[in-house]
């Protein structure tokens, strides 16, 4: 007999799972009324268990432990058959419709395959398969009454869900146009098509018995790595979704703490009398929190340096930009830059400026292009031009 892929590959693949599984449980217990999660970890169970039942090992290891001989043939397809109603509930849960809608399509799915659980193992029972087959077992059956037709209960079953799985999968992901969402839907596709794959692989294999051919290769070398192969793409078509949205706002957040930066370094030794400043360790702070902390911060800095700003400088550097070409909003943001580096510089020398009032008016606007307008030209020029009056005092 050909071997097919060692156990390690099938225990790998259901570690994936698993592991994907466990990391939704916090959730699950914080959302104890979540008919989407629970369906989602019900289906991540549910396949790591088919993958690490699937393993030739835990095969043999399960037809001692019963001592029944291939014991372990019904049980894997009833696995395999509870998988395809979870993934029929988890889309079905998961796509917008009515309550009620959903509600009695979900009932119906279970009812359905619960008695297909039902019809495998009767048919097991019914049937004879006295010599064990740890790879090979639908082939080696495939003629064998009860057993050929608990066979393809199982393959037709998880082909119907798979095939259903697929077009909803695909079809609402054609309704979206961006978005993790999309991408996990079209990585379940993906999946589900491994799946219809498999079963196709395996009916052929058992026709070409009926038919007394041998195409038994199908069953041992190709329907494992469609397995373990939609395994992996299915836990990540499930896990994007449910994690890109945080993915993604991190990521943003992160964004915006690197805008910040030149700001940062500019004005994080400006004291601030009266407010707040607290070091948040950031191996252990919430990237959305160490970004509210740097914005507040920043603003108690501009707040702290109004009394230093002049107008003259902002609206020279305005003046300025707008002669080489920039457009107004963009000029507005780099003068009040100009005019803050100025007044850093002004601070330490104790220069106050009458007129100071017109700062609070940008006060809450958007630190970020104020940030990047650091590294302006005009606002370096303007910087040296004023370094040495600043620093020399009044005139």
């Known amino acids: 007999m050909t071997s097919g892929p060692s156990d390690i590959v099938y225990y790998i693949s ?11 449980i916090p959730a699950l217990v ?44 019904p049980v894997v397809y009833a696995t395999l058959t509870g998988y395809s109603a979870a993934s029929l509930l988890l889309i079905i849960n998961w796509r917008p419709a009515p309550p009620e809608q959903t509600r009695c399509i979900s009932r119906w799915c279970v009812t359905c395959y619960a008695a297909a659980i ?12 006295p010599v064990e087959q740890l790879t090979l077992f639908d082939a080696y059956y495939a003629n064998t009454p009860y057993i050929r037709e608990m ?19 695909w079809r609402w992901s054609g309704q979206l146009t961006r978005g993790s969402l999309r991408i996990g839907l079209r990585l379940l596709a993906c999946a589900y098509l491994l799946h219809v794959s498999y079963d196709v692989a395996r009916l052929i294999a058992v026709a070409a018995r009926w038919a007394r051919h041998d195409l038994d290769f199908l069953i041992v070398q190709v329907t494992p790595r469609f397995a373990a192969l939609s395994a992996v793409v299915g836990a990540i078509g499930f896990t994007l979704p449910l994690v890109g949205p945080r993915v993604t706002e991190t990521v943003r957040v992160v964004r915006q703490l690197q805008q910040l930066n030149p700001l940062w370094r500019a004005l994080q030794h400006v ?40 107008p003259a400088i902002r609206e ?11 457009n107004e909003a963009s000029a507005a943001v780099t003068a009040d830059a100009a005019m803050i580096l100025v007044a850093r510089k002004r601070q330490l020398t104790g220069l106050e400026n009458e007129d100071s009032a017109h700062l609070m008016a940008w006060r809450s606007q958007d630190l970020v292009p104020l940030s990047l307008a ?9 910087h040296e031009h004023h370094r040495l009056h600043v620093e020399s005092g009044p005139s």
């Not at 259901?14 to 939704?24: D, M, T």
């Not at 209960?153 to 082909?159: E, F």
């Not at 009398?273 to 501009?302: E, F, H, M, N, Q």
């Open 151 to 169: 066979i393809v209960t199982y393959l037709v079953a998880h082909g119907v869900a798979a095939t259903a799985s697929l077009i909803l999968c």
């Open 271 to 310: 004291p601030t009398p009266g407010a707040v400043r607290t070091t948040l360790p950031w191996w252990r702070t919430p990237p959305a929190v160490l970004l509210t902390s740097r914005k507040t911060a920043l603003y108690d800095a501009i707040l702290a340096l109004s009394p230093y700003c002049d």
């Open 118 to 129: 039902l019809i495998i193992f009767l048919l097991f029972w019914a049937g004879s398969a």
């Open 316 to 326: 020279a550097a305005y003046q300025t930009l707008l002669h080489a070409g920039d």
């Open 14 to 24: 259901g570690s994936v799972l698993f592991l994907v599984c466990a990391l939704k």
């Open 374 to 382: 650091l590294a302006s030209p005009v606002v370096r020029n303007l």
């Open 30 to 73: 914080r959302r104890r009324n979540d008919a989407l999660l629970r369906a989602a970890i019900r289906l991540l169970f549910a396949g790591g268990c088919i993958m690490f039942l699937a393993a030739p090992d835990a095969i043999r290891a399960l037809n001692r432990l019963t001592g029944i001989t291939n014991f372990s043939a």
